[in-house]
């Protein structure tokens, strides 16, 4: 079910942990001066935090590295890419892991440096918040999208799940989608 790209990506993704430290704050709730949970504006040193610190969690260097994977126009849930890392074992010993739960988390926290907007919310609901920036990505790459009904919010399409969900098979096309 895995690509054969886990050899060639090892060689990238090793050095790109510290690219992906650096760019941390680029995630799609991680814009300065956007307002935080309590409302205050973000001055930005939380990032600051994440910038300094070259090393990231094995758990999420792996998340990161399976959104890499992904193709573009296929998207993977939070919940494909914690079963995808459930199969794998952590570079020093038993599987580490975590439910879709913790790979929002790592998403939230770090994943402005990989495709972020291909792993999605099993229901095809764009990421709130970032609707508008995650649709101009679907769209360039060629995104299965199903059409918005009259009573959603904003009128913002779907992803249409059956189409565009990726099960880690080699082909990027139509036929190795999960489900359909």
């Known amino acids: 079910m895995k690509g054969s790209?886990?050899?060639?990506?090892?060689?990238?993704?090793?050095?790109?942990?510290?690219?992906?430290?650096?760019?941390?704050?680029?995630?799609?709730?991680?814009?300065?001066?956007?307002?935080?949970?309590?409302?205050?504006?973000?001055?930005?040193?939380?990032?600051e935090v994440h910038a300094v610190s070259a090393e990231l969690p094995d758990y999420a260097e792996r998340v990161l590295g399976v959104a890499e994977l992904i193709p573009p126009g296929r998207v993977m849930t939070y919940g494909d890419v914690a079963e995808w890392l459930k199969g794998e074992e952590a570079p020093a010993g038993p599987p580490v892991g975590g439910g879709p739960r913790q790979v929002g988390r790592v998403m939230a926290l770090y994943g402005g440096a990989v495709p972020w907007w291909r792993v999605v919310r099993a229901d095809g609901v764009l990421l709130?918040?970032?609707?508008?920036?995650?649709?101009?990505?679907?769209?360039?790459?060629?995104?299965?999208?199903?059409?918005?009904?009259?009573?959603?919010?904003?009128?913002?399409?779907?992803?249409?799940?059956?189409?565009?969900?990726?099960?880690?098979?080699?082909?990027?096309?139509?036929?190795?989608?999960?489900?359909?």
């Open 128 to 180: 709130p918040g970032s609707e508008l920036r995650a649709l101009a990505h679907y769209r360039a790459e060629g995104t299965p999208l199903r059409g918005a009904s009259a009573a959603s919010e904003g009128h913002i399409p779907r992803i249409d799940m059956r189409r565009a969900r990726w099960d880690g098979g080699e082909g990027s096309g139509g036929g190795g989608s999960a489900g359909g």
């Open 5 to 47: 790209g886990d050899t060639a990506g090892e060689s990238d993704r090793a050095g790109g942990a510290a690219d992906r430290a650096v760019r941390a704050g680029d995630t799609p709730g991680g814009r300065v001066g956007a307002p935080g949970r309590d409302g205050r504006e973000d001055d930005g040193r939380a990032d």
